[in-house]
Every structure is written in C-alpha cells, then in structure tokens.
C-alpha cells in the first residue's frame, strides 16, 4: 500500500521553538507539497517540491522554510514557532507533469500546538 | 488567480438522505482540472474524483455523482441515500497547468455530518 508518511501526528511546542516536520513518501514521487489546514480557510499551500534541492514557494511561505535533499523526504521548517502557527499541516506528493492532471497522495497530518 | 469557493460550511442530513455539496471555481485558463477530496475523521485525505475542463459529461460511481457545468463554472456533488460513513469534510479543488508541476487550490471544504 503506497503511503505518505509524517512523522509527528501531534506536537506541542513552545513560542520560539525551531520545529521539524519531517513527511516521506514510497511512490517515487517528483513533487512534494506541504499544506496548512485551518477551519474556514481550506488547505493553503505553504511550500512545494518538483526535484531534489528544488522548492517553490506556495501562497502562505512566511515563517516557513523547507527542505528536500533526498527524493522520498520533504521537511518543513519553523525557524521560530509563533502560536499564529497552530494548526494542521498536511504533506502530499505526486508524480510529475505539468498538466495539471496529476492527483495529490496525502498523508494524515501532523497538528501542531504552539504555546 | 484561480480560486474555489465552497459555500456550505456545515450540513447535516439524516441517514438516507440525499445531500448536494456546491463547489464553484474561478480561472482564466481553458484548461484546467477539478478535483473532489473526503477528509474522514482520521485526517487523511482521499481522492474522489478528477475531471478536465474538456469533458462536461457528469459522472455516477455508486452513491456519488458529480455534475460539472462550465457555464456556470460549478463542479457540484452529490450523495445518494447518504450513510454515518459519508460523514467527513469534503474539498473541491482546482489545478492549472504549471512548468513546475501541478498545484491544487483547495476550497474552504464542507464538513458534512450524516445523523442516524
């Protein structure tokens, strides 16, 4: 069974905080996406992927950073947590082509608490 | 710039009934795709449908259907005879073709809860 995977379902962490959230994928997947879910806005796109050591900025990249040295790991960064910062985050993957066809593999999400 | 708007916040049915989730988009391209997703309480999403801009045929899988109509740029979906499993959030989505891979724009999703 093809699977996204991240690491951490919950975390609270304090304001301040340097905060990994780390997502793997088994597909061999190019792209990679991390999404921020809160109620009444839908899914926002933080960061995405379409290569190794490439990345693109979504509609929300403030406050964020990513990385991705390896193919099947995509990692999201908070350089310094702020509670504005607390919600679901949510990793996917897909494979490549630019139609826009391609459909997204999600994994169950990662929520995050900052006090 | 593309976006998905999703009216209903919150509808709650009883089971059997059936319940239509409205999903309306904005693009300027001709091409494009749309996409529905299920959020079950796990957290997980999990894809639907996917239909192109190109094919305006509207689309029956078990107690789902799907109508699609580019005049008035909506992508609407409905459950048949709804059951306690339907209960989920639901996104509609949009994507546009892009030189550096596909991304979605998700509407603000519709939390649909089916009461036995």
């Known amino acids: 069974d093809v699977k996204v995977t991240q690491s951490s379902r919950y975390l609270v962490k304090r304001t301040g905080e340097k905060v990994f959230l780390e997502c793997v994928q088994d597909?061999?997947?190019?792209?990679m996406f991390w999404y921020r879910q809160d109620p009444g806005l839908g899914l926002r796109l933080i960061y995405f992927?379409?290569?190794?050591?490439?990345?693109e900025k979504g509609d929300i990249p403030e406050g964020y950073s990513v990385s991705r040295e390896k193919k099947e790991r995509f990692s999201l960064i908070l350089e310094s947590a702020s509670t504005n910062q607390t919600s679901m985050y949510l990793c996917?993957?897909?494979?490549?082509?630019?139609?826009?066809?391609?459909?997204?593999?999600f994994g169950a999400g990662s929520r995050l608490t900052v006090l | 710039a593309q976006k998905v708007t999703q009216a209903q916040t919150e509808i709650s049915v009883v089971e059997k009934e059936d319940v239509t989730l409205d999903c309306v988009y904005e693009?300027?391209?001709?091409?494009?795709?749309l996409f529905w997703y299920k959020q079950p309480p796990s957290g997980e999403l999990v894809f639907l449908i996917r239909?192109?801009?190109?094919?305006?045929q509207n689309e029956i899988s078990g107690r789902y259907s799907w109508n699609f109509q580019k005049s008035t740029s909506s992508f609407n979906f409905t459950i048949t005879a709804s059951q306690v499993v339907d209960s989920a959030v639901y996104f509609c989505?949009?994507?546009?073709?892009?030189?550096?891979?596909?991304?979605?724009?998700f509407g603000e999703g519709t939390q649909l809860t089916v009461n036995p």
């Open positions: 597909m061999d997947h190019e792209n």
């Open positions: 996917a993957s897909s494979s490549s082509g630019a139609s826009g066809a391609n459909v997204l593999t």
């Open positions: 239909r192109n801009s190109f094919d305006e």
């Open positions: 989505a949009l994507s546009e073709p892009s030189l550096s891979g596909s991304r979605l724009t």
């Open positions: 992927s379409y290569d190794v050591k490439m990345k």
């Open positions: 693009t300027r391209d001709t091409t494009y795709y």
